[in-house]
Nanobody
Framework: QVQLVESGGGLVQAGGSLRLSCAASGRTGAMGWFRQAPGKERDFVASISWSGGSTYYADSVKGRFTSSRDNAKNTVYLQMNSLKHEETAVYYC?????????????????WGKGTLVTVPS
């Protein structure tokens, strides 16, 4: 069983930046980020393949968010720039056993507990 621990969330003004990190307790395949705003479903944000060579993003974050990983540290990152109020949410890290990128929640095998990102209006 792989444990995932997110960090880096917090309060940031609109237009600001944050970098989330997710440390895995062991080796994983593809990893990804999802977010859940209050009263809404958990939505896909970004995914990165095991090698880091393939990344995918939700249309709403393309050009502003970047996912990367360091397999030596079993860690994945999400750099978030130009944050908007409506992106206030709990951000979850997820990992899959397969190496190719996974974009759907059902394709993920492990989940972190989430980290809160708050962007005041």
């Amino acid at each position: 069983q792989v444990q995932l621990v997110e960090s880096g969330g917090g309060l940031v003004q609109a237009g600001g930046s944050l970098r989330l990190s997710c440390a895995a307790s062991g080796r994983t395949g593809a990893m990804g980020w999802f977010r859940q705003a209050p009263g809404k479903e958990r939505d896909f944000v970004a995914s990165i393949s095991w090698s880091g060579g393939s990344t995918y993003y939700a249309d709403s974050v393309k050009g502003r968010f970047t996912s990367s990983r360091d397999n030596a540290k079993n860690t994945v990152y999400l750099q978030m720039n130009s944050l908007k109020h409506e992106e206030t949410a709990v951000y979850y890290c997820a990992a899959a056993r397969q190496r190719s990128a996974v974009l759907a929640k059902k394709g993920m095998d492990y989940w972190g507990k989430g980290t809160l990102v708050t962007v005041p209006s």
